[in-house]
């Protein structure tokens, strides 16, 4: 806890500290590790070594951000002839189908301000090429987006920890690029493990299908690009999601399924049995899975914490201790931490390790009544199917409460069928979906993965139905607003103290464990702009009204989501909009007008009306329009400096503007290109 404190520490500074801090933390915990190893009185110890940790936290995350530090994109608009090598297929966005590229050659770009890795989002229809693939296209490549309002998650953070330094558009679709030399070596092997990775999410998607095949792929591969929209919508209001994205789930049912499997073959021989440590033996073929897993799974941020955890679990039965305790959860997330610092800043770290954390504390309490010597079957069947429904219902029950607050801050959504949706799906998953998808894949290339693959097929069509039926239920999902920064901390907190401390005392941290379910939201904003001035939408009682509905509808979607909102298709009754402008009507809940062409001129006398009808006036060029009305008029020029923006209306009458760029700090991940500080 004081490890990952220090690093969360760290990423919340407003500016980047110097190089030198890090060397000075670590020396500093090591002088302090050092005392505490001298010092005889328990309680100085205790706090020396958690101050060692957190220092190491800080440390660590300045140490990792200085190691990954690669050149960004500038913000340019030009399109760029691109060549490169095909990485991987990434999941797919909201505009369609990505690749990740090693760029060899932007435009006229200097080699030194050319960005390690690029995501690319192709055209509709478009040819995917394979990993591995040389290619050439014409895009248009900008840095990683900012949040798209104030305080809502970075991804250009995500991708600066990626060193994935530019994203883009592909006006023209992939063809072939004559390279004319070999990859680097590193890049060359992952490119083959990618290749291996797409050949084996092909054979499964037409062995399948796409309805059974693109969710078959994506647990299997971690290739999300066949599955239909509408199963990933379903699969979201049903709480179902976790299921597609490779983690704790996958990792424990492959490394649990082959530790089983192995266990029981060598107890099924007793010459081997009598002559080898069967436990350890399956513990070392369960790890062999895991590593395996990764590996197919290409080693994404979930996949990869989930896979330490399972290795710290097989390797305490290796050196024969117990492998499910709080200390094996605590050395797992030890481990995530010091190899990705960044990591405490990402919800899916929040979210795995407080489940796990819950529920093995829930483990460690859960009562083992005595076991009769001889009891008739059917007796000890009953006994046994009322001890697994309930277990599983608790143990849902928990992991549900563990990542309710974070759901409700991150995602701001409830699944209100949650519960039921993943108790009917848990066997599924469990007993039949993962271990048909393992057999599959590991048979799939000597062409023996059929049956397998047809019982998976099977098992992921019972989770759809499932899916669908909850996703259709009354009230399937329900829009939560984000509470203040701080409750979130203190529930994270609450929940581990939850955890880790015994007696009556546990109880203590509950009122923390609920800040962000019981802390007032404060008032909505009135209005919110986009990071480039391209859309904005203003509150209406609880409805969000998007004044430009088929532009960034993900980020106003999100800000809606942020803020409890709801949107809804009223703005014709508010406002009077064309193709590059908005204007308030009488009746407008805001009197917010806006203008969004960037070089095309407005028709004539257009500029005035928006200003003598607007309090509040968005501009998304820099042409300040002169002796405007308007009391806040916002330019091309603001944005770029301050990102998107929450517009405040004051008791008298003025306006307040939360820019996001102030609320990110001056950190690498949100500097331009050329800003590094020497």
């Not at 110890?45 to 140490?63: E, I, P, Q, S, W």
């Not at 693109?214 to 999300?224: D, K, Y």
């Not at 009544?369 to 849902?396: D, F, M, T």
């Amino acid at each position: 806890m004081a490890f990952g404190l220090g690093a969360a520490l760290y990423f919340a500074l407003p500016r980047e500290p110097q190089a030198w801090v890090a060397w000075v933390g670590l020396c500093g915990a090591a002088v302090l590790l050092l005392a505490a190893g001298r010092v005889g009185v328990r309680a100085l110890t205790v706090v020396l070594v958690l101050g060692a940790c957190g220092l190491g936290g800080f440390a660590m995350g300045k140490v990792r951000t200085e190691r990954v530090w690669a050149p960004v994109a500038p913000v340019t608009r030009n399109p760029q002839r691109v060549e490169g090598w095909v990485v991987d297929v990434a999941s797919p966005g909201e505009g369609g189908q990505r690749l990740l590229i090693a760029p060899a050659r932007i435009g006229d770009w200097a080699p030194a301000s050319t960005p390690i890795r690029i995501r690319v989002t192709l055209r509709s229809g478009a040819p995917v090429p394979s990993p591995g693939s040389p290619v050439q296209l014409l895009a248009i490549i900008n840095p990683p987006p900012p949040p798209a309002s104030p305080g809502a998650y970075d991804f250009a953070r995500d991708a600066f920890f990626e060193s994935v330094g530019g994203v883009g558009l592909a006006l023209s679709p992939p063809v072939t690029w004559e390279a004319g030399r070999e990859p680097p070596w590193r890049l060359g092997l992952q490119m083959r493990v990618n290749a291996a990775r797409w050949a084996l999410s092909r054979r499964i998607v037409d062995s399948l299908g796409p309805e059974s095949g693109g969710l078959a792929a994506a647990m299997t591969t971690g290739h999300e690009a066949f599955i239909p929209r509408e199963q990933e919508e379903n699969l979201r209001a049903a709480g179902l999601a976790h299921i597609v994205s490779i983690s704790g789930l996958h990792m424990a049912i492959v490394g649990g399924f082959a530790f089983a499997a192995a266990r029981l073959a060598i107890a099924a021989w007793p010459w081997l049995a009598l002559r080898v440590p069967g436990k350890k033996l399956a513990a070392a073929v369960g790890l062999g899975a895991v590593g395996g897993y990764l590996v197919l799974s290409g080693a994404p941020p979930p996949a990869e914490r989930a896979a330490v955890t399972a290795a710290v679990a097989f390797a305490a039965i290796l050196v024969d201790r117990q492998a499910i305790t709080l200390h094996a959860v605590a050395l797992a997330a030890m481990a995530v931490l010091l190899l990705h610092p960044e990591a405490v800043t990402e919800p899916g770290f929040q979210m795995s390790f407080a489940a796990t954390a819950a529920l093995v504390a829930l483990a460690e309490r859960w009562p083992r009544p005595v076991k009769e010597i001889n009891a008739p079957w059917p007796i000890r069947a009953a006994q046994a199917a009322g001890a697994w429904l309930a277990i599983s219902l608790a143990a849902s029950f928990v992991a549900g409460l563990a990542t309710g607050p974070f759901a409700m801050q991150h995602f701001n959504r409830v699944s209100t069928w949650g519960l039921a949706a993943n108790l009917a799906v848990a066997p599924i998953s469990s007993f039949l979906m993962m271990p048909a998808l393992a057999l599959g894949a590991t048979l799939s290339p000597f062409g023996l993965g059929d049956a397998p693959l047809a019982a998976a097929g099977f098992a992921i069509e019972q989770m759809n139905r499932v899916a669908a039926i909850a996703a259709a239920a009354p009230n399937a999902q329900l829009v939560v607003a984000s509470g203040p920064a701080w409750t979130l901390v203190a529930a994270f907190l609450g929940i581990l103290w939850m955890c880790l401390w015994r007696g009556p005392l546990r109880w203590v941290g509950a009122p923390f464990a609920l800040a962000v379910l019981l802390t007032p939201r404060p008032t909505p904003p009135d209005a919110w702009v986009s990071a480039d001035g391209a859309t904005a939408a203003v509150r209406a009682g609880p409805a969000a009204v998007l004044l430009r509905p088929d532009a960034k509808l993900f980020g106003a979607e999100l800000w809606a989501r942020r803020r409890g909102l709801t949107p809804a298709a009223i703005r014709d009754q508010g406002y009077e909009c064309d193709d590059w402008s908005c204007a308030p009507k009488a009746e407008a809940p805001v009197r917010v007008a806006a203008a969004w062409n960037l070089k095309r001129p407005l028709k004539p006398g257009r500029t005035e009306a928006l200003c003598a009808a607007a309090e509040v006036l968005i501009i998304r060029n820099d042409e300040r329009p002169e002796g405007c009305a308007a009391s806040l008029v916002l330019t091309g020029a603001d944005f770029r400096r301050g990102g998107s923006a929450e517009l405040h209306r004051q008791a008298d009458g003025a306006w307040r503007v939360t820019w996001a760029q102030d609320l990110r700090g001056h950190r690498p991940w949100t500097w331009g290109p050329d800003s590094r500080p020497r």
